[in-house]
């Protein structure tokens, strides 16, 4: 009923940029936040920046100065703006969102397929 549609992921060199985005569509009264999370092989999946309803953002410190995200309420669309890659930020990014259903009572959490970023020379 909700999915979760990525796109923007890809090949960089380092210092490079990459404008992740990310879309939500289905059954949906509300999105309370929404964002992003990576895993890269052999390591836990962490958390990258998340940002809520209100705008109210959340930095993880290995990204912070050089990652930006932002959303589109309008559209349940969010974003995440990579500039300066470095060789660690390769990963597969996966969108979250937590969502509340048209025929829904609380929020659920979604995730999309994941989208390989890719940063080497």
């Known amino acids: 009923q909700v999915q979760l549609v990525e796109s923007g992921g890809g090949l960089v060199q380092p210092g490079g940029s990459l404008r992740l985005s990310c879309a939500a569509s289905?059954?949906?009264?509300?999105?309370?936040?929404m964002g992003w999370y990576r895993q890269a092989p052999g390591k836990q999946r962490e958390l990258v920046a998340t940002i809520s309803s209100r705008g109210i953002t959340n930095d993880a410190a290995s990204v912070k100065g050089r990652f930006t995200i932002s959303r589109e309420n309008a559209k349940n669309t969010v974003y995440l703006q990579m500039n300066g890659l470095k060789p660690e930020d390769t990963a597969v990014y996966y969108c979250?969102?937590?969502?509340?259903?048209?025929?829904?009572?609380?929020?659920?959490?979604?995730w999309g397929q994941g989208t390989q970023v890719t940063v080497s020379s």
């Open positions: 979250y969102a937590q969502i509340r259903g048209m025929r829904g009572l609380l929020e659920s959490d979604y």
């Open positions: 289905g059954s949906i009264f509300s999105i309370n936040a």
